[in-house]
């Protein structure tokens, strides 16, 4: 007995060593990412539940690590977020891909495509770093973006990481124009007293409340408590990670005016995304 407890012990030693082997060599290969030109952002769409029609558009950024220009291979970002947030490149990422959604909002709306928002995450580092707002009025300056066209989406959790700075950073991104969402709302913060005094406009109900809705009664009771509390307080609702047309017809059932998921499309590249402000009908 004593020497298989050693065995497992030696074992799971080794796995720590190889998560923690492939962590560095993730965090290593990641320090050269942006100068290599190695992020690209992609683009789901989120719909209007009243019309299946196009409403935003929220970037995510992938990782073609080892290439660039459809080369290297694909990676998404809870694989090496979390390593940019603990060494701090999260700020020089995260500014890169506001501007480059920023530049490529332009140059569709230069090709004639129709405007549509976009949503932009925000990590609780980046919203924290004291140059945030300073970056994003270069950034609106730079590209002349119409502030009205950028949504920022940040989780309750980063919210409540800067303490009494938070409402007069929002205030400020408020006041430049651009709105802000409460994204995976409901799987963060206990409390919902910062909906009253924060500028938001918009909850995200994380899909952990959507992936079983037809099923579970909980999560039904849940989504109509969020509208509820959404509707008295007049924000609007975006349902994440809608993947069938039962959960779909329950949540336009429920009222939510926003619905995002495979249902409609995945996350896609910018060139097809683009064919998407062409036509913006989705079915
Ligand atoms: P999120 O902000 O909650 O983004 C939604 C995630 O759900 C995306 O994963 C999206 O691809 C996925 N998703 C959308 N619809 C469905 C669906 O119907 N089913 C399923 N199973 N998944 C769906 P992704 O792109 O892997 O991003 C993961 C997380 O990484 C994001 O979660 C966000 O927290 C973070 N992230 C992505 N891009 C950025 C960024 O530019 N900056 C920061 N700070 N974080 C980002
Ligand atoms: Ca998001
Ligand atoms: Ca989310
Ligand atoms: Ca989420």
Redesign the pocket.
């Known amino acids: 007995a004593k020497g298989a407890g050693r065995n497992n012990y030696q074992f799971f030693d080794q796995r720590m060593n190889q998560a923690a082997a492939r962590r560095f060599a993730l965090e290593s290969s990641l320090r050269g990412a942006l100068a290599n030109e190695e992020f690209e952002?992609?683009y789901?769409p989120i719909i209007d539940t009243a019309t299946r029609r196009l409403h935003a558009l929220?970037?995510?950024?992938?990782w073609r690590r080892g290439g660039r220009d459809g080369g290297g291979v694909l990676v998404?970002?809870?694989e090496f977020?979390p390593i940019?947030?603990e060494n701090g490149m999260?700020v020089a990422?995260?500014e890169w891909?506001i501007r480059s959604a920023c530049e490529q909002s332009m140059a569709w709306q230069a090709l004639g495509l129709a405007a549509v928002p976009l949503a932009?995450?925000?990590?609780a580092r980046?919203f924290m770093h004291d140059g945030l707002v300073a970056s994003i009025r270069r950034i609106v300056g730079a590209t002349g973006i119409d502030p009205s066209l950028v949504e920022f989406?940040l989780?309750e959790t980063a919210l409540m990481q800067h303490g009494g700075r938070t409402l007069d950073i929002l205030r400020q991104i408020n006041g430049m124009g651009m709105r802000l969402s409460i994204?995976?709302f409901g799987t963060g913060y206990s409390s919902l007293a910062y909906l009253k005094r924060f500028p938001v406009r918009k909850i995200?109900i994380?899909?952990a409340f959507v992936?079983e809705l037809e099923a579970s009664s909980e999560d039904r009771a849940i989504v109509a408590a969020v509208m509820a509390l959404a509707n008295s307080l007049q924000l609007s609702v975006v349902a994440?990670?809608?993947?069938t047309e039962g959960q779909y017809e329950l949540l336009r059932g429920h009222g939510c005016q926003f619905a995002?998921?495979?249902?409609f499309a995945?996350?896609l590249p910018a060139a097809e995304a683009a064919r998407l402000l062409v036509s913006s009908v989705l079915d």
């Open positions: 952002l992609h789901q929220e970037v995510l950024l992938r998404g970002p809870d977020i940019l947030e999260i990422v995260g891909v932009i995450n925000l990590s980046q989406e989780t994204d995976d995200k994380d899909r992936r994440e990670g809608v993947e995002q998921g495979y249902l995945r996350p």
